[in-house]
């Protein structure tokens, strides 16, 4: 009789337990994996935005940098083509004293 009685609470115990852990209807599991879906989108959306914006700011500090290189570059080029040509009328202004004191 006590195994009886064993059996009987052990298998109360183990419908409870299964009833517990085991999963939801059809509907509530579909319902369930939809929220956790939706979920994770909106959260790889958050991150995709954000690592954008990240990217936007990197892309306008290098377009910063490559304009101020940029004009650098010209101003030596600029400063380049004075001295050359400052250097050419200092060479016009020797030959011509030179020609004149001969």
């Not at 994996?33 to 959306?45: G, K, S, V």
């Not at 010209?74 to 200092?90: D, M, P």
Request: proline residues 1%; aromatic residues 4%; charged residues 25%.
């Amino acid at each position: 009789m006590k195994d009886f009685v064993y059996f009987v609470v052990g298998a109360v115990v183990g419908a409870a337990v299964a009833l517990l852990f085991a999963p939801a209807k059809g509907e509530e599991l579909r319902s369930h994996i939809q929220e956790r879906a939706l979920q994770d989108m909106e959260r790889l959306q958050r991150t995709l935005d954000q690592d954008m914006q990240q990217i936007n700011n990197q892309l306008a500090r290098m377009q910063s940098q490559m304009q101020k290189l940029q004009e650098q570059l010209r101003g030596k080029k600029l400063a380049s083509v004075v001295g050359e040509e400052n250097a050419a009328a200092e060479v016009s202004e020797e030959a011509v004293a030179s020609a004149e004191s001969a």
